[in-house]
Antibody, heavy 122, light 108 residues
Framework: EVQLVESGGGLVQPGRSLRLSCAAS????????MHWVRQAPGKGLEWVSG????????DYADSVKGRFTISRDNARNSLYLQMNSLRAEDTALYYC???????????????WGRGTTVTVSS | EIVLTQSPGTLSLSPGERATLSCRAS???????LAWYQQKPGQAPRLLIY???SRATGIPDRFSGSGSGTDFTLTISGLESEDSAVYYC?????????FGQGTRLEIK
């Protein structure tokens, strides 16, 4: 069974940093692109970032570009999101999600984790 | 960035009826780059439809997708109480992945 388990969320002050992790199991992790998608309280889904199977390409939503960095460790079957200069508007449930194929572009997301909550507040 | 607009915002129907959910794109997209997801309260989204009309694994054939260009539709026939959820369309052919704002489906 494919499983994605996020961790690392919590309460953080504006301007500080946080690193999210996602542990993957049940599939060949290094064959697939991965994504982070977030959902603010009571709001819809917002794609945050994507990374190809071999970290060759990454991309970010304009709202986080220059502040967030996505990375992966295929040897550890893990995905990460380094979040710097956090803002109140980054408060959300952050989902780790598996891409359909090698590349994050041109393929949908097919499996989602349960998410980890990030709250940015003083 | 391609903007997806979903309508209606909320749909309230009875069991057994048919639901028709719309997703309109700000630019024409290839149908192979359009997906639909279902999200129930307190749960992660679940992939229903990809490539505009292909059902994901395990999705009942009551769910069907159609459309092309800028107009796409998710149809749910023979509604059941378990279909109560928020439904999102997603495009993955543009420079960035984007989602619609969602349609809430309530089963009376």
């Amino acid at each position: 069974e494919v499983q994605l388990v996020e961790s690392g969320g919590g309460l953080v002050q504006p301007g500080r940093s946080l690193r999210l992790s996602c542990a993957a199991s049940g599939f060949t992790f290094d064959n697939y692109a991965m994504h982070w998608v977030r959902q603010a309280p009571g709001k819809g889904l917002e794609w945050v970032s994507g990374i190809d199977w071999n970290s060759g390409n990454t991309d970010y939503a304009d709202s986080v570009k220059g502040r967030f960095t996505i990375s992966r460790d295929n040897a550890r079957n893990s995905l990460y999101l380094q979040m710097n200069s956090l803002r109140a508007e980054d408060t959300a449930l952050y989902y780790c999600a598996k891409g359909w194929a090698h590349f994050y572009r041109y393929y949908c997301v097919d499996v989602w984790g349960r998410g980890t909550t990030v709250t940015v507040s003083s | 960035e391609i903007v997806l607009t979903q309508s209606p915002g909320t749909l309230s129907l009875s069991p057994g009826e048919r639901a028709t959910l719309s997703c309109r794109a700000s630019l024409s997209i290839s149908s192979i780059y359009l997906a639909w997801y279902q999200q129930k309260p307190g749960q992660a989204p679940r992939l229903l439809i990809y490539g505009a009309s292909s059902r994901a694994t395990g999705i009942p054939d009551r769910f069907s997708g159609s459309g092309s260009g800028t107009d796409f539709t998710l149809t749910i026939s023979g509604l059941e109480s378990e279909d109560s959820a928020v439904y999102y369309c997603q495009q993955y052919g543009g420079s960035h992945i984007t989602f619609g704002q969602g349609t809430r489906l309530e089963i009376k």
